[in-house]
DNA sequence: ATCATATACTTTGAATTTCAAAGTACTTTA
DNA sequence: TAAAGTACTTTGAAATTCAAAGTATATGAT
């Protein structure tokens, strides 16, 4: 019997891993404040989420200055956005069955 | 600035919990095999999700027994198929913004 | 000038959740 | 009647989630 739950990809099932990478396919770059305002959520609970993804290399974080400012900017890798797609396209096939 | 998983339930937002959702709005009933074998998880972990859906009043459980043998049969509440539906059509427009 | 408050994160660890191994209670097959 | 299978439940270790507190610097008020 077939598993209809298999394609579905772990690192993005949670609904603020979701919400990250959703922002970030569609804008190139977004930055440690506007992910936190976008989704609503703590600075631990976001810099834990953006570290799992981080780790399982589909986001990149670049560290800069903004005048004298820290400021972390996130985006989508390509491993990033084709795993993403493949797990979208799972979720609507199983929702659509 | 609007949260963007604002809608997302926390109860659905896992891929076993929203498997057997999916099962059960498509099918009046389904029983511990069947999910089991659909969802290809073992016993303990299926238990661990069906209990956290009844606690939420998603699902109902109802035992009985099959000739000698005990069944155990799962369907979507009334409560449970609306709150699906608004957690579906929230990670539907969460993906397509 | 300095004190309080704000910004931009990071660190930490408690609380919760996930998961599978082992257990219970039969039934079926050899 | 013994061994293996079915249908779950219980248990607790492991992993994950989360927010409080910490660090470092900036900005605004007195």
């Given at each position: 019997?077939?598993?209809?739950i298999i394609n579905?990809?772990?690192?993005?099932?949670?609904?603020?891993?979701?919400g990250?990478?959703?922002?970030?396919?569609v804008n190139?770059?977004?930055?440690?404040?506007?992910?936190?305002?976008?989704?609503g959520v703590?600075?631990?609970?976001?810099?834990?989420h953006?570290k799992?993804?981080?780790?399982?290399?589909y986001?990149?974080?670049?560290?800069?200055?903004?005048?004298?400012?820290?400021?972390?900017?996130?985006?989508?890798?390509?491993?990033g956005?084709?795993?993403?797609?493949?797990?979208?396209?799972?979720?609507e096939?199983l929702l659509?069955?």
């Amino acid at each position: 019997m077939k598993n209809i739950i298999i394609n579905i990809n772990k690192v993005f099932d949670h609904r603020i891993r979701l919400g990250i990478m959703s922002i970030l396919v569609v804008n190139e770059y977004a930055d440690f404040k506007t992910l936190k305002e976008l989704l609503g959520v703590t600075d631990g609970n976001l810099a834990s989420h953006t570290k799992a993804l981080e780790k399982a290399t589909y986001i990149k974080v670049e560290k800069s200055f903004i005048g004298r400012k820290p400021n972390t900017k996130y985006s989508a890798t390509k491993i990033g956005r084709i795993d993403f797609k493949k797990h979208v396209e799972a979720i609507e096939k199983l929702l659509k069955q």
